[in-house]
């Protein structure tokens, strides 16, 4: 599966370098992919594992890659810290419209006009996609990043799933909002202080998020 | 015939009545041995008094007369409240206090009857009395000594009469009420003894209706401790079953997955090549191309409803609020690859699993496309406690007696022309699993134009605002 997927993205015009291990995985990040696609059933350790040592040093964007629509395998793999997934059967061409989708949206925060916003003791530089708590530097991955910014541009207003995952992840309307959920529980470990009991973001019930000035 | 009242009547019908019947025949039965013995004690009890009465008035009248007063003066010393109702018969004569010679009965009024003291009840003026005829001895220490004479009295019954009407009638309330009671204890003996039964009831109509978690409660009931223990094993080991057939479909479709996607992925390289192939491996690649396709579809399919067979119901987790008709648009038109008319009122909302109900209007617009010759339109109407989103078809319609099988897993349309219409079997077994997940269901009518016309329909509150 793997040989085909590289035959068919490298058709859909994708540079490929291929890991068929975990630990070849982890090796290969060096080679600074935009990109990383990452199935979750591998030979030597599991794709959650992998995916967490991934994030300890890199914000590349991570696709997993599951056998399983079960909630459990895809929030894990959310939760270990991966930005978007597809499920098998897949194909090259959906496969592909997905990693343009992540690699328009990482790259367009560089595209950004300048804007900052302030939020409480949060700010955030979109030109330098940085993000600082009461002046500490928080480290967010792009994705983490996009979510809060786009929370931000709102200026209180309630996000709803449906807008997050258009502006964020460029799904239409039939975007999983598991994404949108588990990436506000990511972006509350590292944003709140008590990430039980969110000051920033804000779940607005049945409706969606906001961010609000602490 | 008793067969037949058995099987109209229920248990519970059965026992109570019985119950009823019994302690009405017993009540009645003691009412009237109660009754008898009473009113023939009271009776025998009234006799003896008279008879002491009689005899004392007759006594007293002897002796007046012994003392040589008139007959006549005699009777009218007799007193008592009330006076005694009497007549002597005195040398050929009759001297009557109330009581007239005629009234007498023939046997008795004959003069000649040897007298002697009796007791009788008659009938005098159409009134039940008891008659006594006294003899009056001749007073022999007289010189010359009178005959003898007959003294008769007659006492009235009213008193125990009265009595028995009573009596008859507080043991007839007495019988009706023990029935009533009856009746009573019975409905409430059945209603106990049948209430673990009722628990049965409603585990095997849970059970029947797909709920392959209901168990029987035996709560400690030793008599109902093996029934409830073999039902359970029996649903245990039936869940037990269908876990295993959907764990294994949803493994095997797991499985194929990964195959699946190589052979998609090799497809899609040949068909972007498709101009660098001979003409004659273009044909076979379309039809391994749409054979495949409809390969991906079973083994999605296959895992969609194996899955929610093994998921617990009614995960509020995945639920989240939907704005229906928003939903029905985009699912359409992403299913078809067309816009599809949808009316209905704007801003109907409900707290669903929008994959889920995604899944339902998609495998319903398909249905609508391949059996039902394209589909005409999509109607979201809210009312009462349901909402309700109709998919309208231009086909022929779906006969009545087809309309609850082609809801069974792999239950291909019959189509006359043989051809395939490319379903896979699984698409409307699919809707109605996840309708049910919501706690609704899918029904088939006959559109107005003509065509079908699939109504899924799931709980709502006409409340909910986004």
């Known amino acids: 599966m793997r040989r085909v997927l590289r035959l068919a993205l490298e058709d859909e015009g994708y540079e490929m370098l291929e890991a068929a291990t975990g630990r070849e995985g982890i090796a290969a990040l060096r080679l600074a992919p935009d990109v990383v696609l990452l199935d979750l059933m591998l030979p030597d350790t599991d794709g959650f594992g992998v995916c967490r040592c991934i994030r300890r040093d890199s914000a590349v964007p991570v696709i997993i890659v599951t056998a399983r629509t079960d909630s459990h395998d895809i929030v894990a793999g959310l939760e270990a810290g991966a930005d978007d997934y597809v499920t098998k059967p897949l194909v090259a061409k959906e496969l592909s419209a997905r990693i343009r989708a992540l690699l328009r949206r990482t790259r367009s925060v560089e595209d950004v006009v300048f804007e900052a916003f302030t939020v409480g003791e949060l700010e955030l530089d979109v030109e330098a996609a940085t993000c600082r708590r009461a002046g500490v530097e928080l480290s967010l991955t792009r994705t983490e990043f996009r979510l809060l910014a786009e929370l931000a541009r709102a200026e209180g207003r309630v996000c709803s799933r449906d807008h997050l995952l258009e502006k964020v992840w460029g799904y239409g309307y039939f975007g999983d909002s598991r994404l949108v959920d588990v990436h506000i529980r990511r972006l509350r470990k590292k944003v709140e202080r008590d990430p039980a009991t969110p000051e920033y973001v804000v779940t607005a019930r049945g409706m969606g998020y906001r961010l609000v000035p602490g | ?466």
């Open chain 2, 1 to 466: 015939m008793a067969g037949r009242w058995r099987r109209r009547l229920g248990l519970r019908a059965r026992v109570t009545l019985a119950l009823g019947a019994l302690s009405l025949a017993v009540a009645g039965s003691m009412a009237i041995v109660s009754w008898t013995l009473v009113t023939h004690s009271q009776l025998d009890q009234r006799r003896q008094e008279v008879l002491a009465e009689a005899e004392d008035d007759a006594g007293l009248v002897g002796l007046v007369l012994a003392r040589g007063a008139a007959p006549g003066q005699a009777m009218a010393a007799l007193t008592g409240t009330p006076p005694p109702v009497a007549l002597l018969w005195r040398d050929g004569a009759w001297y009557s206090a109330g009581l007239r010679p005629e009234d007498l009965p023939a046997r008795l009024s004959d003069p000649t009857h040897s007298g002697r003291t009796q007791l009788s009840p008659e009938q005098i003026g159409g009134r039940d009395v008891l008659l006594v005829e006294v003899p009056i001895r001749p007073t022999g220490s007289l010189p010359h000594a009178h005959g003898g004479g007959r003294y008769y009295a007659v006492f009235g019954l009213d008193a125990v009469e009265s009595l028995e009407r009573r009596l008859a009638l507080i043991l007839l309330a007495a019988a009706v009420g023990t029935g009533a009671a009856g009746i009573v204890l019975g409905r409430w003996l059945s209603d106990r003894a049948l209430r673990p039964l009722r628990g049965l009831t409603e585990a095997a109509e849970a059970f029947a209706q797909g709920d392959v978690e209901a168990r029987l409660e035996a709560a400690g009931d030793p008599d109902l401790m093996g029934l409830a223990r073999s039902f359970n094993e029996t649903a245990e080991a039936f869940g037990r079953r269908v876990a295993a057939d959907a764990r294994f479909a949803g493994d095997v479709s797991h499985e194929l997955r990964t195959p699946l996607t190589t052979m998609l992925n090799s497809l899609e390289l040949m068909e972007n090549r498709r101009d660098e192939l001979p003409d004659r491996l273009r044909e076979p690649l379309d039809l391994l191309a749409g054979d495949l396709a409809r390969f991906r579809t079973l083994v999605v399919d296959l895992i969609e409803i194996s899955r929610d067979d093994t998921a617990s119901h009614c995960d509020h987790d995945e639920r989240e609020r939907i704005e229906i008709m928003r939903l029905c648009r985009h699912t359409a038109a992403a299913t078809v690859g067309r816009d599809v008319r949808v009316d209905g009122p704007d801003e109907l909302y409900l707290d669903g699993d929008k994959r889920r109900l995604a899944r339902v209007v998609a495998n319903l617009v398909a249905n609508a496309e391949t059996h039902g010759h394209g589909v005409r339109r999509i109607e979201v109407t809210g009312c009462g406690a349901r909402l309700c989103v109709a998919v309208e078809d231009h086909g022929p319609g779906v006969a009545p007696a087809e309309r609850d099988r082609i809801f069974q897993r792999f239950a291909r349309s019959v189509d006359p022309a043989g051809s395939d219409s490319g379903g896979v079997g699984l698409g409307l077994a699919i809707v109605e699993r996840h309708l049910s997940w919501h706690g609704g269901g899918v029904l088939i009518e006959d559109a107005d134009g003509g065509g079908a016309r699939f109504v899924a329909w799931v709980p709502w509150d006409r409340r909910l605002r986004p």
